[in-house]
């Protein structure tokens, strides 16, 4: 088992077409980014995120907080990037701004972002995307930051062209 | 010509990049490199004129920008240091002060 590239989960399209995510800056739906070993699983099939060491999960450490939504004010929330959901051309798109969590002892080889409150839910848990490291990354007693792509046409996390 | 929407991710290329620290947090230049690239981008392919002059700029925002969170850490000390001495720490406050 292990990850196997980056995904944009098949649920995550056809919840869109349902209007199931809202990436509004303000007052849209709260995404979460949770942290996984090489022991995960995931791919475009992967409808939620899973949590706690049993599901491969890395621990609690630091600013990170293992176990999964807890609403938005959880140390994992994604500040959406400014001014998105935004368009330049025929292309839309919508990104979210680097996460850091700090003084944290973290091994990872990837990520899920999910939305923690989809549908005006609370504690959702549907996965957006399905994110690969490429490799094992490591802090310790330090800094641990996902550096996301610019808020572009050409590069943002979700574009539709 | 295809009418279906382009919605995927490059399965085998870096979407994210991680960057971590070990027993420190990040340095102002650092984050100052982060915080350019995402303010200024040329192409590699751009008129060489233009993709010099952009990445000199780039060099020279990312030590302008170093030096202004240099003054945010050693102002935020000041108010931290400000707010254990309220507290009644002085020698915590003392030691923030000489970091």
């Known amino acids: 088992m292990a990850f196997n590239g980056n995904f944009m989960c098949t649920s995550f399209k056809k919840e869109l077409l349902s209007a199931t995510h809202n990436f509004t800056t303000s007052g849209g739906d709260a995404f979460q980014i949770a942290l996984y070993t090489n ?10 995120a899973v949590f706690g060491g049993s599901n491969n999960e890395v621990g609690t450490s ?8 807890s609403g938005s004010t959880s140390t994992n929330t994604l500040a959406a990037a400014s001014s998105m959901p935004s368009s330049s051309g025929t292309t839309a798109f919508t990104d979210f701004e680097d996460k850091t969590f700090t003084s944290a002892t973290i091994t990872a080889r990837g ?34 930051k996902i550096v996301m792509p610019s808020p572009d046409a050409s590069n943002a996390l979700i574009r539709i062209a | 010509m295809s009418a279906s929407l382009n919605f995927e991710l490059p399965q085998h290329e ?17 984050l100052a490199q982060d915080c ?3 303010i200024i981008s040329v192409s590699d392919t751009a008129l ?35 707010a254990l001495m309220d507290a009644g720490h002085p020698e915590l406050a003392e030691l923030i002060r000489r970091l």
């Open chain 2, 48 to 82: 060489p004129g233009i993709r010099d002059q952009a990445r000199a700029f780039e060099r020279h925002m990312e030590k302008v920008v170093a030096y202004y969170m240099r003054q945010a850490i050693q102002s935020d000390r000041t108010t931290v240091y400000n």
């Open chain 1, 111 to 144: 990520a899920l972002i999910y939305n923690s409150s989809a549908g005006a839910g609370s504690n959702t848990a549907n996965c957006v995307l399905v994110l690969d490291f490429g490799s094992d990354k490591a802090s310790t007693s330090g800094d641990f």
């Open chain 1, 62 to 69: 630091g600013t990170y907080t293992s176990g999964g939504p």
């Open chain 2, 36 to 38: 350019v690239g995402k």
């Open chain 2, 14 to 30: 870096s979407v994210v990049t991680v960057q971590t620290t070990n027993n420190r947090g990040f340095t102002p230049e650092e």
């Open chain 1, 39 to 48: 022991s995960a699983t995931f791919n475009a099939g992967t409808t939620a």
